[in-house]
């Protein structure tokens, strides 16, 4: 997540999901939060503010704090109020600031503090900025391993408690629905993912659901279905 991605469409969709789930939840957030960059247009997607007809009723409170967001100064502790009651995990992985030595030394005590942050919640989300990659070790030592999320913190973050980890689609062959299944599968769990396909395609999946949190997935995909949001149930849960 980055400040200047702030209220954009993804934001709408993915705050919308939390506030539907999180009612009687010990909620935590980690923003996976990483320095802006300014090489392409991310979170430029606005346009749904200019159209409350068809999505203030979403959700009406949050569409205007997010226009709000948008008309004012663009951050990530911009977002938190719409999140009542959460508790939030806001270190910046910064890991290019870090020796190249040192890089995994460095990440792992992060999310350490990560952990501590959010324990205690029984409702958990990760919102790295471009979603779940494999645990090669090669890959740790990237600067850019900050906008990623490996395997590993996936299944900590998900141990007996209900998860919602983001993923940014890649061009993974076979298409988007046949990447989320293998991520199931990589994961070695069943469950839901809402797939979110306005202007990029997104994709939340829900580990560890309850049936209450079933039910509120399924109602959340019904009502927003109007904003391209619609239910992928993997093929492990079938």
């Known amino acids: 997540m980055q400040d200047r991605y702030a209220g954009d469409v993804g934001d ?6 939390l506030r539907a789930l999180s009612p009687g939840r010990r909620t935590g957030i980690a923003w996976y939060r990483f320095p802006d960059e300014s090489h392409n247009g991310d979170g430029r997607h606005i346009s749904y503010l200019d159209h409350p007809d068809r999505f203030a009723a ?31 995990s806001d270190e910046a ?46 890959r740790k030592g990237s600067a850019k391993f900050g906008k990623q999320i490996p395997l590993a913190e996936v299944r900590a973050l998900a141990e007996n408690r209900c998860a919602v980890i983001y993923h940014h689609n890649t061009r993974r062959s076979g ?36 049936k209450e949190i079933e039910s509120r ?12 949001v619609r239910l992928h149930e993997s093929s492990l849960s079938q």
């Open 175 to 210: 298409g988007h629905n046949a990447e989320v299944d293998y991520l199931f599968s990589e994961l070695g769990t069943s469950g839901l993912a809402v797939r979110a396909t306005a202007h990029s395609a997104r994709t939340f999946f829900i580990l560890n659901a309850d």
């Open 58 to 88: 979403l959700d009406p409170v949050l569409f205007e704090h997010l226009r709000n967001v948008v008309r004012d100064v663009r951050s990530i502790s911009s977002l938190m109020p719409m999140l009542e009651h959460a508790a939030f």
């Open 12 to 17: 709408f969709v993915k705050l919308g999901l």
């Open 93 to 138: 992985l910064d890991v290019a600031s870090v020796p190249n030595q040192l890089r995994r030394l460095w990440r792992r005590e992060w999310f350490s503090r990560v952990m501590r942050d959010l324990e205690g919640c029984d409702l958990v989300f990760a919102d790295p900025d471009n979603g779940i990659v494999d645990d090669t070790e090669s």
């Open 217 to 228: 997935v399924r109602a959340f995909c019904d009502r927003w279905q109007g904003a391209k």
